[in-house]
């Protein structure tokens, strides 16, 4: 069955770093569109950044500069490499598979405070 396992996730100081990564299972993973999206408490969740099979890639304003997008098909994994990290930078962050319905993994708590 299809499986993403996001890892990576803790507490940072503001104007550190983090690695998320999200390793898969259960499809063919470089065929795919893979993206990591946040959810803050009280908010909708958003696309962060997105990583299509040919390795385009796009990011959200808000993280344009300070976030990397990559991909391993080798491993079936997608990192999201967080650099510059705010406070509003804070939520649960998932990783998905596919464009529209996709498949998701079940997130990875980011929290950035001093």
């Known amino acids: 069955q299809v499986q993403l396992v996001e890892s990576g996730g803790g507490l940072v100081q503001p104007g550190g770093s983090l690695t998320l990564s999200c390793t898969a299972s259960?499809?063919?993973?470089?065929?795919?569109?893979m993206s990591w999206h946040r959810q803050a408490p009280g908010k909708e969740r958003e696309l962060v950044a997105i990583?299509?099979?040919?390795?385009?890639?796009n990011y959200a304003d808000s993280v344009k500069g300070r976030f990397t997008i990559s991909r391993d098909n080798a491993k079936n994994t997608v990192y999201l490499q967080m650099n510059s990290l705010k406070p509003e930078d804070a939520a649960v962050y998932s990783c998905?598979?596919?464009?529209?319905?996709?498949?998701w993994g079940q997130g990875t708590q980011v929290t950035v405070s001093s």
């Open positions: 259960g499809f063919s993973f470089s065929d795919y569109a």
């Open positions: 998905k598979a596919g464009v529209g319905h996709g498949y």
């Open positions: 990583i299509i099979s040919s390795g385009i890639r």
